[in-house]
């Protein structure tokens, strides 16, 4: 690793290379498959409606909470890099972070929402929660 790509900042990037991952993999690959096939016109995949199979509902919907984490965990990384921060700690809680996200996107895309599914999707949100929150919480003991 580059000595000036820490291990906050390189997971920040995987957390945003996770989200384009999601997105082309699930949510592009049918879409683009679809309009090439000539199955489904490039209009036809509204925001505000349900359509496809379950696997790409759940798909479209892991990916939007990639979307809606990263700037929050972008913000924390943000805030630990201009205060210089860093070290075990720090570096453990983002790597948590990171696993624990792509664990609950693949549970999210992978499983159809069971009881068991959808409590372990929020067991490994819970896990980033956390983990982010100890993260804050040792930027404001500096």
Avoid at 54 to 75: F, I, S
Wanted: aromatic share 8%; hydrophobic share 50%.
């Amino acid at each position: 690793m580059p000595p000036h790509l820490t291990t906050l900042n390189l997971t920040l990037l995987v957390f945003a290379v996770w989200t384009l991952t999601v997105l082309t993999f699930t949510v592009g690959v049918h879409r683009w498959s679809r309009i090439l096939l000539g199955k489904s016109a490039i209009h036809e995949f509204p925001a505000h409606a349900p359509n496809g199979p379950d696997w790409y509902r759940r798909a479209t919907r892991a990916h939007l909470n990639c979307v809606e984490n990263l700037p929050v965990y972008g913000a924390i990384v943000l805030t630990a890099s201009s205060l210089n921060a860093g070290g075990a700690l720090l570096d453990a809680l983002a790597v948590t972070v990171v696993c624990a996200r792509v664990v609950q996107t693949v549970v999210h895309v992978a499983f159809t929402e069971t009881h068991r599914s959808v409590s372990a999707r929020f067991s490994f949100f819970s896990v980033q929660l956390v983990a982010m929150g100890a993260m804050v919480v040792a930027l404001l003991r500096r």
